[in-house]
């Protein structure tokens, strides 16, 4: 009797140490597998301070600006800090799944000679590591690469490849407009023929917006300046566009500006013009204050009806 109601406890203990074991025996399979990694070279991704994609006739450089990174040639532009820490987390210790072979005579027959693309990372105190892109390697091992320095073909995969384009938009900071919203004091639209201004002013704690005397609807203001915010770039459409170009896109007399001033230390100013819309009013194109690149973006609160003083006035809705 005694042994008939110990017995289930048995058997969950038994089942419970099998469980344990396989778990602790798989955790062991996981680390060895980890500990047997190959990776071509080891750099700390915060020491990198340049990167260098090329293919044939063309190449990309990408420099360390501070805390953030800048492309500084075919274009001098801002560069996608989500793309770049991706190629910096891939590349500072890129992970290889095995050796080919070393120093081998004929690098075309892996795609080699000439390579389908590089990547070059220099760190602050001058050290390059240099890898090339191949042919796609059999049995789902990914692409053949080249670790120029030591000659060695290895197989990587292919994912880690993913963001290292030969196009240079695919690295260029898509946000349209950079600012805090809580720091705008004052926002000035042109809307065709029609100007007016909108300016906040902290009454109990809170912060109220009027144009003159006339008092203004703070949830559409805010939801405003987050669509300014939120902007992203679709297209870059002309880099350094002449007389003509913002003629074509309706910016060299644009249809609306829109200025942000900002209490921030410098007291900043942002400036966004606002030209041709296209696919139905979906888009329309538009520059800064320097006119120095024309983007498409999505038109949203930069349509002619969005950009008058009656979209931000309270209404008896409102005060409902």
């Known amino acids: 009797m005694f042994v008939k109601k110990i017995l289930p406890t048995l058997i969950a203990l038994g089942a419970f140490i099998l469980v344990f074991a396989y778990y602790q025996y798989f955790q062991k399979e996981k680390l060895a597998k980890e500990d047997q990694k190959t990776h071509i070279w080891q750099e700390d991704q915060n020491k990198i301070t340049e990167i260098e994609i090329s293919g044939e006739n063309q190449a990309i450089k990408i420099k360390r600006n501070g805390s953030t990174w800048d492309i500084a040639s075919p274009i001098e532009y801002p560069a996608n800090s989500y793309t770049i820490d991706t190629i910096l987390s891939n590349f500072s210790s890129p992970e290889v799944n095995g050796l080919v072979e070393e120093n081998p005579k004929d690098l075309s027959i892996y795609g080699l000679d000439p390579p389908v693309k590089n990547i070059t990372l220099t760190t602050d105190e001058g050290v390059s590591r240099a890898l090339s892109l191949g042919y796609s390697a059999p049995l789902g091992k990914g692409y053949y690469v080249l670790d120029q320095d030591t000659k060695k073909v290895y197989t990587m995969a292919a994912s880690l490849w993913s963001e290292v384009s030969l196009e240079v938009n695919s690295f260029r900071n898509k946000n349209l407009l950079s600012f805090d919203e809580e720091a705008v004091s004052k926002i000035e639209i042109k809307n065709n023929d029609t100007t007016f201004t909108i300016t906040s002013k902290e009454e109990d704690l809170n912060t109220r917006w009027y144009s003159g005397d006339k008092k203004l609807n703070e949830v ?4 405003f300046l987050a669509s300014l915010r939120g902007k992203v770039i679709k297209e870059f459409t002309v880099d350094h566009p002449d007389e ?3 003629d074509q896109y309706g910016l060299k007399t644009p249809r609306a500006a ?8 410098k007291n900043s100013t942002l400036t966004l013009y606002a030209g041709n819309t296209v696919e139905e ?4 194109y538009v520059t800064l204050a320097d006119k120095q690149f024309i983007y498409k973006v999505q038109a949203t609160s930069l349509l002619p009806a969005e950009l008058t003083i009656d979209q931000f006035v309270v209404t008896e809705k409102d005060e409902k």
Do not use: A, P, Q, V
Request: glycine residues 0%; aromatic residues 6%.
């Open 220 to 223: 559409k203001i805010n939801t």
């Open 244 to 246: 003509e170009s913002l």
């Open 258 to 265: 829109i200025t942000l001033y900002l209490n921030d230390e």
């Open 281 to 284: 009013d979906e888009d329309t």
